[in-house]
């Protein structure tokens, strides 16, 4: 079974358009809350369903949201998705991104 930190799907550092890199100012634990809760949502959530999650301890939380499913040529569900995150100084982060499911059910960037 991959770990969390070898399926991280929305956390990666953002495209080279940004030249900010906010996914750095997330702790380790915020991190592991989004890439929980994106797990949870893109496995079990209806599109257009919100799932979130809230570190007290930092302040961070953040939403994620499936919004399209299908499959892929290959025979594997896809989706994609709309992730909000609010960074503990109030700065908002909001992209969209698009995974797919693995054979052993783990939900990777596409």
Do not use: H
């Not at 906010?22 to 809760?37: F, G, N, V």
């Not at 959530?45 to 290959?74: E, F, H, Q, Y």
């Amino acid at each position: 079974m991959a770990s969390v930190q070898d399926t991280l799907v929305s956390l990666q550092e953002p495209a080279a358009a940004e030249t900010r890199k906010p996914a750095s100012k997330l702790q380790a634990s915020d991190k592991y809350r989004a890439e929980s809760t994106l797990q949870a949502a893109l496995e079990k959530s209806v599109s257009g369903k919100d799932r979130s999650w809230k570190n007290p301890s930092s302040g961070a939380s953040g939403t994620i949201t499936p919004l399209k499913t299908w499959k892929n040529t290959s025979g594997d569900f896809c989706r994609s998705y709309r992730e909000r995150i609010k960074l503990a100084d109030g700065r908002m982060i909001s992209r969209r991104g698009v995974a797919c499911r693995t054979a052993d059910a783990v939900w990777k960037a596409a």
